[in-house]
Every structure is written in structure tokens, then in C-alpha cells.
């Protein structure tokens, strides 16, 4: 098979996951994803603060995520049969590092039901073989056990703590710093070819 035959078998299936297919944000989903950055249960894992902002500057945000302007990173909502089940972002790659930020949040109505899991192996494979990012990086809240067993799952590993970081229902929580490597990655998942 040609160099040619092989990447168009591999970027035919460059987006979809088991159950979970990625695909460029629509401004349907801006509202969706709106209803869900305001439910506080959500905002809990996503924010230092619980702060409910006008929608308009939340339909901003990811407005401005779903744009895909350059190569620095990507935005895409996640779709399950049919149905919109979350979104997820690897951003500010840049060189010489190329070292990207990951978030992701999946709706509520489809947590714990391996949704996640999914959406990451697929921004995974999309970051480490498209954008040529040589580590990925996120921050999750130490109160997430759900959220740092998902990220362990797909291959990252703990880097270290901020102490006390995040301040919820008058306790000190630490952020938990998480990164996975290209190399880590692909010792998981081989090169395509």
C-alpha cells in the first residue's frame, strides 16, 4: 500500500472513537454547551470559582474556541449517536516546546458512562499525531477522583500539586498537574505506519 493509500485510511478515521465522533462546533452547540458551563455541578469541575456569567460572555468563549483560527490547537464538539455529549479543547501549542493544554467537559446527562474516556483517546491521537505536540498538560481539581482516574485511564500521569489552590464551600483543595508524553502515547497506541 502507498504512503498515499495509507493516509487516507488514517485520516478517515482520525476523528471517530469507539463510541464518540469529533466534529467542528456548530453555534447549536454554543448553546448547549452554555446550559452546561452554567450548571454550578459542572462549573465545579471546571473553574476555581462557581460564577455564573451573562451567557453572552460564555457563547464568546466558545465561539472563540470553536474557531480552530491557526495550528496552535483545536476545539471540537463530541457526538454520540447523533446526540452532542461534550466538547473538548487542546490549545496554545507553540514551538519549539510543543506542549499543549487539554480541557474537556462532557454533559451531564452522560457522565460515568465512558463518553469521556473516548473523547480523550481521540483528542489524544489528534494532538500527538496530527498537531505534532510532544506532551500534553492539563489541570484537574484534587477533589475529582472521577476526573484523575479518566485521565490516568488514557495515560497521564501526575506531575505535581499546587497546595490549596481552589477554595470551595470554605475548604482548600490542590490543583493536580497532569501531563502525558508523544512518547508515553505512542507506547500505548503505535504509529499509524
Not at 473553574?47 to 468563549?61: A, D, F, Q, Y
Not at 455529549?85 to 490549545?91: E, L, R
Not at 492539563?138 to 497521564?156: A, M, N, P, Q
Request: aromatic share 14%; hydrophobic share 40%.
Amino acid at each position: 500500500m502507498s504512503d498515499y493509500q495509507k493516509l487516507r485510511q488514517w485520516a478517515a478515521g482520525l476523528f471517530e472513537g469507539e463510541r464518540v465522533s469529533l466534529r467542528a462546533i456548530e453555534d447549536q452547540d454554543i448553546e448547549t454547551f452554555c446550559d452546561w458551563w452554567d450548571d454550578p455541578e459542572i462549573t465545579l469541575f471546571n473553574e476555581g470559582t462557581i460564577v455564573r456569567r451573562p451567557r453572552e460572555v460564555n457563547r464568546e468563549m466558545f465561539r472563540q474556541w470553536a474557531a480552530n483560527k491557526d495550528d496552535s490547537g483545536f476545539a471540537y464538539a463530541a457526538e454520540a449517536a447523533g446526540q452532542l455529549v461534550g466538547q473538548v479543547s487542546v490549545y496554545s501549542i507553540k514551538a519549539p516546546a510543543m506542549i499543549g493544554k487539554l480541557g474537556i467537559v462532557v454533559g451531564p446527562q452522560f457522565q460515568d458512562r465512558g463518553y469521556g474516556t473516548d473523547i480523550l483517546e481521540v483528542a489524544l491521537r489528534i494532538a500527538f499525531t496530527e498537531y505534532a505536540c510532544r506532551k500534553l498538560e492539563l489541570l484537574v481539581f484534587s477533589y475529582s477522583d472521577r476526573g484523575i482516574h479518566t485521565y490516568e485511564k488514557v495515560g497521564f500521569q501526575v506531575e505535581g500539586r499546587r497546595r490549596g489552590n481552589v477554595f470551595h464551600a470554605g475548604t482548600w483543595y490542590d490543583d493536580v498537574s497532569m501531563g502525558i508524553t508523544a512518547e508515553e502515547y505512542f507506547a500505548r497506541h503505535p504509529r499509524p505506519f
